[in-house]
């Protein structure tokens, strides 16, 4: 499964990876569509399978995503409300994640220190945004799909 293939999993073994992926389900998203809404309760983390989205704040773009990458882990591990909008910039699917399968990472030191890095520098992008000018595009680039 490719979520499985995410750099966020790449720390645990084989069947951890496996026994994540396993517990995600797939969602398909059209462009434009948005998968987390900032503030709004959460509960799944998301890996992109195939496709692109877009990490907004405050009508700005922060960052893009591609296959491999992860978002929404706010609301699964410190389980708070997301911080950001994600919108899809192209047709996506996604391999979304319960808090369940961060569950092998506390089995592992290596994966839960990889995870965590990987959280702290997620927040300090967020506290330190300041959302890059948009040109055309609202979210600063086209799109084609």
Same mark, same amino acid.
């Given at each position: 499964?490719?979520?499985?293939?995410?750099?966020?999993?790449?720390?645990?073994?084989?069947?951890?990876?496996?026994?994540?992926?396993?517990?995600?389900?797939?969602?398909?998203?059209?462009?434009?569509?948005?998968?987390?809404?900032?503030?709004?309760?959460?509960?799944?983390?998301?890996?992109?399978?195939?496709?692109?989205? %877009?990490? +907004?704040? /405050?009508?700005? *773009? &922060?960052?893009? =995503?591609?296959?491999?990458?992860?978002?929404? @882990?706010?609301?699964?591990?410190?389980?708070?409300?997301?911080?950001?909008?994600?919108?899809?910039?192209?047709?996506?699917?996604?391999?979304?994640?319960?808090?369940?399968?961060?569950?092998?990472?506390?089995? %592992?030191? +290596?994966? /839960?220190?990889? *995870? &965590?890095?990987? =959280?702290?520098?997620?927040?300090?992008?967020? @506290?330190?945004?300041?959302?890059?000018?948009?040109?055309?595009?609202?979210?600063?680039?086209?799109?084609?799909?």
């Amino acid at each position: 499964m490719a979520a499985a293939g995410s750099s966020l999993f790449s720390t645990l073994d084989e069947s951890d990876r496996l026994a994540c992926a396993a517990l995600g389900e797939e969602r398909l998203y059209t462009k434009g569509e948005t998968i987390v809404r900032e503030g709004d309760a959460g509960g799944s983390m998301f890996v992109i399978v195939s496709g692109q989205a %877009d990490v +907004v704040i /405050a009508g700005g *773009l &922060v960052r893009s =995503l591609g296959v491999g990458d992860f978002f929404g @882990e706010v609301s699964i591990l410190p389980r708070e409300p997301p911080t950001s909008d994600t919108v899809a910039f192209t047709s996506l699917s996604c391999l979304a994640m319960p808090a369940a399968a961060v569950e092998p990472f506390g089995d %592992d030191p +290596v994966a /839960a220190q990889h *995870l &965590v890095i990987a =959280l702290l520098h997620r927040q300090l992008e967020i @506290e330190d945004c300041t959302p890059r000018e948009t040109f055309g595009h609202p979210f600063g680039r086209d799109g084609g799909d």
